[in-house]
C-alpha cells in the first residue's frame, strides 16, 4: 500500500511508502495527511495514482464510501479525480489515543462494478497542550520525612501522540523540592517529587510552586498546575495497592452500575494514618464511563458501553491515607463485543426503470451491507425472499449486485417490490430489511390483436355513400404510444377498382364507412383487409379481414323474355282447333334481376278475348286451355299477361299474346284484319301472303317428313305444344337458370322448327317436351279428323313419354 506526503502550514512532513497485499485484480492506495486540513483541500489525486480515465468517473458514477455510522470525511472531484478533504479532520475526535489514526475508504465505480480501498493516514500536529485533571495539587507530608523521599504527582494530559504528546516536566525552584521524572513503559512520563531539604513545620506550614508539562510539538506547547504542600506530623507508612495492574473484562451494553472490579489497597499505620481513600484519575474525558466507590474501591459503570465506540480502556487509580501518603495502580478494561447492531443495507445504484428486454443477468443495482459489529456478529448473509426474477450476487468485500434471472414482461408486471433480508452469524442472528422499488420500462413487443378472426358486415343495396358498415377492434397490451392502435385499409381491388373507393376506415376508432353505394345486381359481396398498426419503433401490425355481404332490395322489375316485342311487330302463336282442356298452347317467361323473394315472379291474365278459355300457371307462365275449343270460339284471342314479383312493394310488367285458332294454314290470310287492328300499313298484307307462301311450302316438307316417320312407328305420340322457342344465347348471362335458384325453370326446353315473320307479323311453331302438350311438328294436318286420330292413339300409348327428351338440370 503505498503512502502520499503532504505538507500543512508550512510544516514539511515526509512519511515513508508502505506497501501491502493487493486484493484480487483492483489495487489499494493510501495517504497520510495531517489533520486539521481545511475543507476543499486536495490529499492527492486517485484517478491518477490508480490509472483510471477521469473522463469517465461521473458516467461510472464514482464515490466515496464510507461506513454507515461514519461522517463523510472525504470525497472525490469528479471532474479533476482529486481525493478532497470534505470535513474536519481532528486527529483527537476520530482516534483519541491509538497510535495510529487511520480513514479507511472505499472508491466505488459501476460499469462494471469495481472497488478500490483507500486509507487515510491521520498525522497528528501540536495542536492540543499538556492538561491537568486539577487546577490544584494538594499534597499533606509530615516533617518527619526523611531527606530523599519521593511523591507521586499527577500526571498531566495531552491529547496529542508521539512527538506532540508530553515530553517533560519541569518544577519551580523552591528550596525543599525537585523534580524526578520517570518513563514508563510505552513512553508515558511518571513525575514525583523528591525531597531534598528536610522540612520543618514550625519554619514554614505550607510550601507552594508551580509544576509545568511540556510537550514535543513545535512550537511547544505547556500546561501548568499548582502543587501545594501541607507541612504535618510524621506518617511513615503509605498505602500499598493488592496488584500494581487490575484487568477486567467487561461486555459491552453492560447496565449502569455494574460492578467491574473491586480495587483494594492496605496501610500499616493505625487510626487516622490508616485510613485508605480511593480516586480515578482519568486519562482521557472519554474515560468518565466508570465510576470508583472511594471507601469500598468498587468501580462501576456509569455511563453507556459501546465496543464500536471504545474498545478497551485504562484508568489511574489512587489510594490516599488519612495523612496524604499516596499510592497509585492501573486498572485495563477490555470491552467484548456483544451481538447488539443489526446490519444496515445501502442500496447505492439502482437502475429505475429497466427496460423489459433486458437479457437474464442483467445489473440493475448495486448493493452494500454493514454491520459495526466485529468478528462473527459481523459475517452478514443477504437474501431476498420473495418469488421475483432477481437475485443478489456476492461481489466485491460487502458488495452485491443485483442482477436478472429472467425475461421480464411489464404486461404481465410492471413494478416490482423487491425486499432485501441481511442477517448477520451473531447468536441470536439479528437481521434488517429493505424494500427496493424497481419500475419495468415498455419495449414494443406486442402487436395490435383483433378481437375477431374475422368480422362480417351486411349493408342493404343502394345504401348513402358514408353510411357505417360495421367496427373493428384491436387490442396492443404495451404502453402510451406503443399501445396505441391505428387502423388503415390494405391496398387491393374490388371488381377491378381500389378498394379505397368503396371503403374506408377511421383511423383511430376502426369504424368502416361506406364510400359509395352499392348494387346487389353488379356484385353481393366482396372482403378487404384492415391492418392494425402501432406506433412503437419499429411498430408492429396485424391484418385481419372483413366480409361484406350486400343484401337485395326490390329495386328491379320483372323483364319479360317472351313474347318479346321488337318495334312494332307483334307474335301470333297457332292454337290447333281440336285442343282439348288443359293443353299448353303457350308460355310467357320473365326474369327478375332481383334476388330471393324479390325474384319470385307470378303470372296473371288482367285481360283477354274470350276470359273462359284460357288460364295461365300462377308460377310457369304457361298458357292452357281451360275446355275444349269450339267452332263458336274466335278465331283471334288476344290476352294482356302481367307478370309481378314478390317483393315489397312488388313489381311488375305487363306483355300481350296473339293466339290464332287454327287448323290450316289456307286460315292465315285472315289475319290480315289481325294484323289490321294493330297496324294500318298497306305492307302487312303483302307480308302475309308471303308468309303463308312459305310456311305452306314448309308445311308440305314437314308432312313428307312426319308421314315417312309415322310409317314406320306404329304408336306415334302426338304432343302438342304451342310454347315459345328461346335460344340460349337468347338469355341475359346474369340470370340464373338452376332450378329453384334463378326466375327461369329448366323443366321447358323448346326447339324451333320454323319462323316466319314481318314487319307486323311472326308465327312460330315450336315442340316441348311436355308430356301434356301437343308436338309442334303433328300440329298441322291434311285434315282435323287426321289430327283427333293422332291425339287419340297418343293419349292411349303406354309409350307416350318414350321419346320426351330430358331438360338439362
Not at 510537550?215 to 496488584?243: C, E, H, I, K, W
Not at 460487502?398 to 423487491?418: A, C
Request: charged residues 25%; aromatic residues 6%; contains cysteine.
Amino acid at each position: 500500500m503505498g503512502y502520499k506526503g503532504f505538507p500543512f502550514a508550512g510544516l514539511a512532513v515526509s512519511f515513508s511508502i508502505i506497501l501491502s497485499t493487493l486484493y484480487s485484480v483492483y489495487g489499494d492506495i493510501g495517504y497520510s495527511i495531517p489533520e486539521e486540513m481545511k475543507e476543499g483541500s486536495v490529499i492527492g489525486n486517485i484517478a491518477k495514482d490508480l490509472g483510471l480515465d477521469v473522463s469517465r468517473l461521473s458516467a461510472r458514477k464514482a464515490r466515496i464510501d464510507t461506513d454507515g455510522k461514519r461522517k463523510r470525511y472525504c470525497d472525490i472531484n469528479l471532474s479533476t479525480g482529486d481525493l478532497i478533504v470534505a470535513a474536519r479532520l481532528d486527529r483527537e475526535a476520530l482516534c483519541g489515543k491509538k497510535p495510529s489514526c487511520v480513514l479507511k475508504l472505499e472508491l466505488v465505480l459501476e460499469n462494471p462494478l469495481e472497488l478500490h480501498r483507500i486509507t487515510v493516514h491521520i498525522q497528528d500536529i501540536n495542536d492540543n497542550a499538556p492538561v491537568f485533571n486539577k487546577e490544584k495539587i494538594k499534597m499533606e507530608i509530615r516533617e518527619s520525612t526523611d531527606k530523599g523521599a519521593r511523591f507521586s504527582l499527577d500526571e498531566a494530559h495531552d491529547a496529542d501522540i508521539g512527538e506532540n504528546g508530553i515530553k517533560g516536566y519541569n518544577l519551580q525552584s523552591n528550596d525543599h523540592f525537585v523534580l524526578n521524572v520517570d518513563t514508563e513503559t510505552g513512553g508515558r512520563k511518571h513525575c514525583e517529587l523528591v525531597l531534598e531539604k528536610e522540612l520543618d513545620r514550625e519554619d514554614e506550614q505550607e510550601i507552594s510552586f508551580l509544576l509545568t508539562a511540556l510537550d514535543g510539538g513545535s512550537p511547544q506547547r505547556s500546561g501548568t498546575v499548582l502543587v501545594q504542600v501541607t507541612v504535618l506530623d510524621a506518617n511513615d507508612n503509605a498505602p500499598v495497592f493488592g496488584q500494581a495492574v487490575y484487568k477486567a473484562n467487561l461486555p459491552e451494553n453492560s447496565p449502569l452500575d455494574t460492578i467491574v472490579v473491586t480495587v483494594s489497597a492496605t496501610d500499616a499505620d493505625e487510626g487516622v494514618n490508616g485510613e485508605v481513600r480511593y480516586e480515578l484519575h482519568h486519562v482521557s474525558e472519554d474515560s468518565n464511563v466508570f465510576s470508583l466507590d472511594e471507601k469500598t474501591g468498587e468501580v462501576k459503570v456509569n455511563g453507556p458501553i459501546d465496543y464500536e465506540e471504545e474498545s478497551s480502556y485504562e484508568i489511574r487509580i489512587s489510594v490516599t491515607d488519612g495523612l496524604g501518603l499516596a499510592s497509585y495502580s492501573t486498572l485495563m478494561i477490555d470491552i467484548t463485543d456483544v451481538n447488539d447492531n443489526q446490519p444496515v443495507i445501502y442500496l447505492k445504484s439502482l437502475n429505475d426503470p429497466i427496460q423489459e428486454n433486458v437479457s437474464p443477468g442483467t445489473e440493475v443495482g448495486i448493493i452494500n451491507v454493514q454491520d459495526a459489529d466485529s468478528e462473527n456478529n459481523r459475517q452478514v448473509r443477504c437474501s431476498i425472499q420473495q418469488n421475483v426474477p432477481f437475485k443478489l450476487v456476492p461481489s466485491i468485500k460487502n458488495y452485491y449486485s443485483l442482477v436478472t434471472t429472467g425475461q421480464l414482461d411489464r404486461e404481465l408486471v410492471s413494478d416490482y417490490n423487491i425486499t432485501i433480508t441481511a442477517t448477520d452469524e451473531g447468536s441470536p442472528p439479528l437481521s434488517s430489511s429493505k424494500s427496493v422499488q424497481l419500475s419495468v420500462a415498455d419495449v414494443n413487443d406486442n402487436p395490435p390483436v383483433f378481437e375477431e378472426q374475422s368480422y362480417s358486415a351486411h349493408v342493404t343495396e343502394n345504401n348513402k355513400p358514408g353510411s357505417t358498415l360495421c367496427s373493428v377492434t384491436a387490442r396492443d397490451p404495451d404502453w402510451r404510444q406503443n399501445g396505441t392502435v391505428i387502423y388503415s385499409l390494405l391496398s387491393g381491388e374490388v371488381n377491378g377498382a381500389p378498394v379505397s373507393s368503396y371503403l374506408s376506415v377511421n383511423g383511430d376508432t376502426g369504424v368502416i364507412h361506406a364510400v359509395r353505394s352499392f348494387d346487389y345486381e353488379q356484385f353481393r359481396s366482396f372482403k378487404v383487409q384492415v391492418m392494425a398498426r402501432d406506433n412503437g419503433s419499429p411498430p408492429l401490425s396485424n391484418n385481419v379481414t372483413v366480409s361484406v355481404f350486400i343484401t337485395d332490395v326490390n329495386d328491379n322489375s320483372p323483364q319479360i323474355l317472351y313474347p318479346a316485342p321488337e318495334g312494332n311487330s307483334f307474335m301470333t302463336e297457332l292454337v290447333p282447333k281440336a285442343a282439348h282442356g288443359g293443353s299448353v298452347v303457350s308460355k310467357v317467361i320473365a326474369v327478375d334481376a332481383d334476388s330471393g323473394q324479390n325474384a319470385w315472379l307470378s303470372y296473371h291474365i288482367v285481360k283477354s278475348t274470350d276470359p273462359g278459355l284460357f288460364n295461365i300457371g300462377l308460377h310457369s307462365g304457361e298458357i292452357r286451355t281451360q275446355r275444349d275449343i269450339s267452332e263458336s270460339d274466335s278465331m283471334k284471342q288476344n290476352l294482356i299477361v302481367a307478370v309481378k314479383d314478390n317483393g315489397q312493394p312488388s313489381l311488375s310488367a305487363t306483355c300481350a299474346m296473339y293466339l290464332l285458332i287454327s287448323d290450316n294454314l289456307a286460315e292465315v290470310p285472315e289475319l290480315k284484319d289481325m294484323s289490321h287492328d294493330e297496324s294500318n300499313s298497306k305492307l302487312t298484307s303483302y307480308l302475309i301472303i308471303a308468309l303463308v307462301s312459305v310456311s305452306t311450302f314448309f308445311l308440305t316438307f314437314i308432312i313428307v317428313i312426319l308421314g315417312v316417320r309415322f310409317c314406320r312407328r306404329r304408336k306415334p305420340r302426338l304432343l302438342f305444344d304451342g310454347a315459345v322457342a328461346i335460344p340460349s344465347a337468347y338469355l341475359p348471362p346474369n340470370y340464373a337458370e338452376v332450378d329453384g335458384t334463378g326466375t327461369l325453370r329448366s323443366t321447358y326446353n323448346y326447339d324451333a322448327y320454323l319462323t316466319t315473320g314481318s314487319r307486323t307479323s311472326d308465327f312460330k311453331f315450336v315442340r316441348s317436351y311436355n308430356d301434356n302438350t301437343l308436338p309442334a311438328d303433328q300440329t298441322l294436318r291434311k285434315s282435323p279428323t287426321d289430327f283427333a286420330d293422332v291425339l287419340q292413339e297418343s293419349e292411349g300409348s303406354p309409350e307416350g313419354c318414350s321419346q320426351c327428351r330430358c331438360p338439362p338440370s
